[in-house]
């Protein structure tokens, strides 16, 4: 069966995925001062978050060009091209002009670009449902119908151990960073409809925030028997089992996988962080 499932670099991958011969994915850059850094399998997160803590400016991410979306729709098959929400990135709209210019020299090739209005994992249980969907035997548009049906139901929640990063790119101000910080007041993030950030709440210290979190997961979850529950973790392993043991001894989700976070996950998590999709 020919086809292929791209996404861009913010899709935390399990290492079974990396793997399949039909992902691939395309790399964001991120820049740090007058570093820049690749984020494709060269990625070092030890070092990056290094970096991190010691600049003063806030890290800032490049997207990919149309050129490397183009490319990367060459070949046999249809194509499924999954990206970070396009209200955080210009991933999106990369994508869409790179399958515009595809299109105009080859009009009859099935390019289907999905804005994930997430991040990380979950762009990542969207590529694991296309290629459900795809080994289903289901035409394009029964794939597309079905990618965007089953997006419309998808969650996103994280929750931050730190806020530099909202500090330096100026969502937050410093005297809010600074009482959260002395307060250890952890915020309780999630994704609208629409991949907006939201915050939906905050918590006195991390597993406070994780455990209320995991309440917030049984209260708006539905059909989880149904759904994967993916976790991502930025350099904690084992708070991202620690997460998952708050939400499984609450909601029996079928199954769930955990990956740690590549380079554009983690300057959104930073260090510590927990992102939830489900």
Not at 151 to 177: C, D, H, I, P, S
Request: proline share 3%; charged share 25%.
């Amino acid at each position: 069966m020919d086809y292929k499932i791209i996404g861009d670099s913010c899709t935390d991958l399990p290492d079974n995925m990396k793997e399949d011969p039909h992902i691939s994915l395309i790399p964001l850059s991120i820049h740090i001062e007058d570093h820049t850094i690749v984020d494709d399998e060269t990625f070092d997160q030890a070092d990056f978050l290094k970096r991190v803590r010691e600049s003063k400016e806030c890290p800032k991410s490049s997207c990919p060009s149309p050129e490397a979306y183009m490319e990367a729709y060459r070949g046999e098959g249809d194509v499924y091209a999954v990206t970070l929400s396009g209200n955080l990135s210009g991933s999106y709209n990369s994508a869409m002009l790179g399958r515009k210019l595809y299109l105009e020299e080859n009009p009859d090739k099935n390019i289907g670009v999905i804005d994930s209005c997430s991040a990380s994992v979950g762009q990542t249980l969207l590529v694991m449902k296309l290629q459900e969907l795809v080994k289903k035997g289901l035409s394009f548009a029964e794939v597309m119908e079905q990618i965007l049906a089953f997006r419309a139901g998808m969650k996103t929640k994280f929750v931050l151990e730190t806020l530099y990063t909202l500090r330096k790119n100026g969502r937050l101000n410093n005297l809010t960073a600074v009482i959260c910080s002395v307060l250890n007041i952890k915020p309780i993030m999630g994704g609208t409809k629409e991949g907006l950030i939201c915050k939906l709440g905050q918590a006195r210290g991390i597993n406070r925030a994780i455990a209320d979190m995991a309440k917030m997961i049984e209260e708006d979850v539905e059909d989880p028997e149904n759904r994967t529950l993916g976790i991502a973790h930025c350099n904690n392993y084992k708070r991202a089992l620690f997460t998952k043991d708050e939400i499984t001894k609450r909601v029996r989700f079928k199954n769930c996988i955990i990956v740690d976070t590549a380079g554009i996950s983690s300057l959104y998590a930073n260090d510590g962080g927990i992102i939830v999709a489900y």
